[in-house]
């Protein structure tokens, strides 16, 4: 991977590996990579951040920046890197990619992925006064403007055409498809953007749009234009019934998804007769809009089966079935509108029955029932979705499993792992945890600093969890949170119903 890798962006990565061994960290995290950044004053990410902003000698100090690291690592094993450095890494590779995937990464590209991928980085230089917009769209225009196409040098012989009738077909194709992505991805960022409100898949589209204007640049304009015909387009006077009707938004988006790839296929295709290199960057496009598909779609999808859901109720550790059934049967009663079936050290063949049990009141009571951890049995017993933790079976595999039709949530302790499981398809996700809980011990909590983190990175559906009670529950929808997820509040409760009725009718207030 380093090997496309500018010397300063292999430099600024020792660096960070060695600061996060002197602060005694056993993983790098993005705030060690920051400091490289900062630390080296020559480097063109530091200074973009001081051209935006930021103080670069009070940076160093609020990093704890004095002298330069140790680079005396002989014998010692390579630190591993965080979820959350992982991320900017991958954001960084992308930036640098965009356009060219010839173009190694550079610091400019790590400090792209760091301002996409790491809120508390972004928490750090916003309040440093960094002026974090702007030096992002800067950041768009550094990329745009040192990977745009070459333009071809006096000794490279353009392709003959073969004259000038075939030079303006290849016009006219190039134009109509030119025209078709462009339009297909603003449908599709206009749903995003408008009815998801989603900040994560709006930026996302945005910057393929970007992509496919500068690919663009890659042609003639005005060979396109002077071919342009649209009164002598047999095409604009042919429709089909299908094209007439749409019959909701998912149809919409999906129809224009295809048309989007569609166009980049042809454009891909006719531009090898000009530049393969130029049309292996639409073909890059075009993997990124089938990814784009697959994201916005789950979401469009998750938001309408989970749009008025609130209450999520956890269920396990219970003696026998008669004690089960009783608990989530009041639950139930009580307003939850998920029951997820919880159970550790069951035999499969017992674990199974009390998932059917429970299956059956949650189809009477036209709630939702989450099986736990094992996609296998989810799909035998007709749950309506598996949830996953950090260390079960990927989204990919858990897909493979139950099919294609049902949830898969998975749980997420900090914004890398929040972006991660978007990325890979997951229906909701689990935000926490946010206090300690009476029925799970966690390492560490997340706290109300990662709910709000979540609030503000996506409105993917997402509950938080970890020992919410009524008593903390205003403290949580503060932070930002309009859904939750709770076990002991209900389960433990003296009257079951009466916590669950308690709960809901206070989600319910909030989201009026």
């Given at each position: 991977?380093?090997?496309?890798?500018?010397?300063?962006?292999?430099?600024?990565?020792?660096?960070a590996r060695a600061r996060a061994r002197e602060r005694g960290s056993?993983?790098?995290?993005?705030?060690?990579?920051?400091?490289?950044?900062?630390?080296?004053?020559?480097?063109?990410?530091?200074?973009?951040?001081?051209?935006?902003?930021?103080?670069?000698?009070?940076?160093?100090?609020?990093?704890?920046?004095?002298?330069?690291?140790?680079?005396?690592?002989?014998?010692?094993?390579?630190?591993?890197?965080?979820?959350?450095?992982?991320?900017?890494?991958?954001?960084?590779?992308?930036?640098?990619?965009?356009?060219?995937?010839?173009?190694?990464?550079g610091t400019e590209h790590l400090l792209?992925?760091?301002?996409?991928?790491?809120?508390?980085?972004?928490?750090?230089?916003?309040?440093?006064?960094?002026?974090?917009?702007?030096?992002?769209?800067?950041?768009?225009?550094?990329?745009?403007?040192?990977?745009?196409?070459?333009?071809?040098?006096?000794?490279?012989?353009?392709?003959?055409?073969?004259?000038?009738?075939?030079?303006?077909?290849?016009?006219?194709?190039?134009?109509?498809?030119?025209?078709?992505?462009?339009?297909?991805?603003?449908?599709?960022?206009?749903?995003?953007?408008?009815?998801?409100?989603?900040?994560?898949?709006?930026?996302?589209?945005?910057?393929?749009?970007?992509?496919?204007?500068?690919?663009?640049?890659?042609?003639?304009?005005?060979?396109?234009?002077?071919?342009?015909?649209?009164?002598?387009?047999?095409?604009?006077?042919?429709?089909?019934?299908?094209?007439?009707?749409?019959?909701?938004?998912?149809?919409?988006?999906?129809?224009?998804?295809?048309?989007?790839?569609?166009?980049?296929?042809?454009?891909?295709?006719?531009?090898?007769?000009?530049?393969?290199?130029?049309?292996?960057?639409?073909?890059?496009?075009?993997?990124?809009?089938?990814?784009?598909?697959?994201?916005?779609?789950?979401?469009?999808?998750?938001?309408?089966?989970?749009?008025?859901?609130?209450?999520?109720?956890?269920?396990?550790?219970?003696?026998?079935?008669?004690?089960?059934?009783?608990?989530?049967?009041?639950?139930?009663?009580?307003?939850?509108?998920?029951?997820?079936?919880?159970?550790?050290?069951?035999?499969?063949?017992?674990?199974?029955?009390?998932?059917?049990?429970?299956?059956?009141?949650?189809?009477?009571?036209?709630?939702?029932?989450?099986?736990?951890?094992?996609?296998?049995?989810?799909?035998?017993?007709?749950?309506?979705?598996?949830?996953?933790?950090?260390?079960?079976?990927?989204?990919?595999?858990?897909?493979?499993?139950?099919?294609?039709?049902?949830?898969?949530?998975?749980?997420?302790?900090?914004?890398?792992?929040?972006?991660?499981?978007?990325?890979?398809?997951?229906?909701?996700?689990?935000?926490?945890?946010?206090?300690?809980?009476?029925?799970?011990?966690?390492?560490?909590?997340?706290?109300?600093?990662?709910?709000?983190?979540?609030?503000?990175?996506?409105?993917?559906?997402?509950?938080?969890?970890?020992?919410?009670?009524?008593?903390?529950?205003?403290?949580?929808?503060?932070?930002?949170?309009?859904?939750?997820?709770?076990?002991?509040?209900?389960?433990?409760?003296?009257?079951?119903?009466?916590?669950?009725?308690?709960?809901?009718?206070?989600?319910?207030?909030?989201?009026?």
């Amino acid at each position: 991977m380093y090997e496309t890798f500018t010397a300063g962006a292999l430099r600024a990565l020792d660096w960070a590996r060695a600061r996060a061994r002197e602060r005694g960290s056993d993983q790098v995290e993005p705030t060690d990579l920051l400091a490289a950044l900062t630390d080296e004053p020559e480097s063109r990410a530091s200074v973009l951040l001081t051209e935006f902003g930021l103080e670069a000698d009070r940076l160093r100090r609020v990093l704890g920046l004095t002298d330069a690291p140790s680079f005396n690592e002989d014998g010692l094993e390579p630190l591993p890197k965080s979820a959350e450095l992982r991320l900017v890494l991958s954001d960084a590779t992308i930036a640098a990619r965009a356009i060219d995937r010839s173009v190694p990464v550079g610091t400019e590209h790590l400090l792209a992925g760091l301002i996409a991928s790491s809120s508390p980085v972004i928490e750090l230089l916003d309040r440093e006064g960094l002026r974090r917009l702007e030096l992002a769209n800067q950041l768009d225009e550094v990329v745009v403007a040192e990977t745009s196409p070459i333009p071809l040098a006096a000794e490279i012989t353009p392709l003959d055409l073969g004259g000038p009738s075939e030079e303006v077909d290849l016009g006219r194709i190039l134009d109509a498809s030119a025209n078709r992505a462009r339009e297909g991805l603003r449908v599709a960022e206009d749903y995003v953007r408008f009815a998801l409100d989603d900040p994560g898949l709006t930026r996302r589209l945005k910057e393929v749009r970007h992509r496919l204007a500068s690919a663009l640049l890659g042609f003639d304009p005005d060979l396109l234009i002077d071919a342009r015909d649209t009164p002598g387009d047999v095409g604009t006077h042919i429709m089909t019934p299908s094209e007439t009707v749409r019959e909701n938004p998912r149809a919409v988006l999906s129809a224009n998804f295809k048309r989007t790839a569609e166009a980049l296929r042809s454009l891909e295709e006719y531009a090898k007769l000009i530049d393969v290199w130029l049309a292996g960057r639409f073909e890059v496009l075009r993997y990124d809009v089938y990814t784009l598909e697959k994201l916005t779609l789950t979401a469009a999808t998750s938001r309408r089966v989970l749009n008025e859901t609130r209450l999520y109720v956890l269920v396990g550790g219970l003696p026998t079935l008669g004690d089960l059934t009783w608990i989530v049967g009041e639950a139930l009663a009580g307003g939850a509108q998920v029951i997820q079936l919880r159970e550790k050290g069951l035999p499969d063949r017992e674990l199974l029955r009390r998932a059917r049990e429970v299956r059956i009141l949650t189809t009477q009571a036209k709630a939702r029932f989450v099986m736990n951890d094992r996609p296998d049995l989810a799909r035998l017993a007709g749950a309506d979705a598996v949830h996953l933790g950090q260390d079960d079976v990927s989204v990919r595999d858990a897909r493979r499993i139950i099919g294609g039709h049902a949830l898969i949530g998975v749980s997420t302790h900090n914004h890398g792992q929040l972006e991660r499981a978007i990325l890979d398809g997951a229906g909701y996700l689990g935000v926490g945890p946010v206090f300690p809980s009476e029925t799970k011990d966690f390492d560490a909590l997340a706290g109300l600093a990662f709910v709000r983190q979540a609030a503000e990175a996506t409105t993917a559906p997402w509950f938080a969890i970890g020992g919410i009670n009524e008593a903390n529950l205003d403290d949580v929808l503060e932070a930002g949170a309009s859904r939750i997820a709770v076990s002991s509040a209900v389960v433990h409760a003296d009257r079951p119903r009466q916590a669950a009725a308690a709960l809901r009718d206070r989600l319910d207030q909030n989201s009026e």
